[in-house]
């Protein structure tokens, strides 16, 4: 079961993102960590972010996770001391394993804003100390299904050249106005999705931008959209180990 907040210990929780800056300048909406909700094993972090030329991430270091930055629009250059660099633009992901520890930074494209969602998953203790790695997946090779009333890109999951150390499931979803997907629930995983835009009903509660819905012991999840909609579709098997995050470090 969820395991904050125990006035609300059901199967079934929604939380809002909280506005705030990051980096130099960076815009986020985090879902987590936060006060009293730091963290829902395996992931550690989730923000949605939008960063104006000028702004964002210049060099830092982190170790101990993974982390997966997915692009909305504009692009984002990624530079390390592995000597990675890179930039991927809208519908593209880069995938770091910070493992024993990396340095690196993420800036944006020169014009215009660069939106998207950074997700941090954690290494069970067992891999902290991996050597670091990093991947970059361009737009065309993340795998997209349409369906009736809308599509899905497939950003870790079946056919996603995205690897993680962590069994994962991430996806992009866009729906029409009125149209519906269920999807059932691998045993063992747990996650949430994140409503990016519109409005949408999951598993008969009601989901507005900028919120998430949590899943834990959920074998399936029902969703209809009141309004053309998008959302994150984050699923994962929890290591059960305590998160022990200081910042940019979790070990």
């Known amino acids: 079961?969820?395991?904050?907040?125990?006035?609300?210990?059901?199967?079934?929780?929604?939380?809002?993102?909280v506005a705030m800056q990051e980096g130099a300048g960076a815009q986020v909406k985090?879902?987590?960590?936060?006060?009293?909700?730091?963290?829902?094993?395996?992931?550690?972090?989730?923000?949605?972010?939008?960063?104006?030329p000028g702004s964002g991430f210049p060099e830092h270091p982190h170790r101990g996770f993974?982390?997966?930055?997915?692009?909305?629009?504009?692009?984002?250059?990624?530079?390390d001391n592995l000597g990675n660099h890179s930039t991927v633009g809208a519908g593209g992901a880069q995938r770091f394993t910070?493992?024993?520890?990396?340095?690196?930074?993420?800036?944006?494209?020169d014009k215009g804003l660069s939106r998207g969602i950074q997700l941090w998953i954690n290494l069970p203790q067992r891999l902290k100390a991996?050597?670091?790695?990093?991947?970059?997946?361009?737009?065309?090779?993340?795998?997209?299904?349409?369906?009736?009333?809308?599509?899905?890109?497939?950003i870790v999951g079946q056919d996603s050249p995205v690897t993680l150390n962590t069994e994962t499931r991430y996806e992009e979803i866009k729906l029409d106005a009125g149209a519906q997907l269920s999807e059932n629930i691998d045993p063992g995983y747990r996650g949430f999705i994140y409503l990016v835009t519109g409005e949408i009903s999951a598993n008969g509660h009601t989901l507005r931008s900028g919120e998430a819905y949590y899943l834990d012991e959920v074998?399936?999840?029902?969703?209809?959209?009141?309004?053309?909609?998008h959302f994150m579709l984050c699923l994962g098997r929890a290591h059960g180990e305590p998160i022990r995050q200081r910042g940019p470090f979790v070990d």
């Open 1 to 17: 079961m969820i395991e904050q907040n125990s006035t609300e210990n059901r199967q079934a929780l929604i939380r809002p993102a």
């Open 30 to 52: 985090r879902l987590f960590p936060l006060s009293g909700w730091m963290n829902f094993d395996p992931f550690v972090l989730f923000d949605d972010f939008s960063i104006a």
């Open 66 to 79: 993974e982390a997966i930055t997915y692009l909305f629009e504009g692009s984002i250059e990624h530079k």
């Open 98 to 109: 910070a493992g024993s520890g990396l340095v690196h930074s993420e800036m944006p494209a």
């Open 130 to 154: 991996l050597p670091p790695s990093y991947q970059q997946v361009d737009s065309k090779q993340i795998p997209e299904q349409r369906f009736n009333g809308g599509v899905r890109r497939i």
């Open 219 to 229: 074998e399936k999840l029902s969703t209809r959209a009141t309004k053309p909609s």
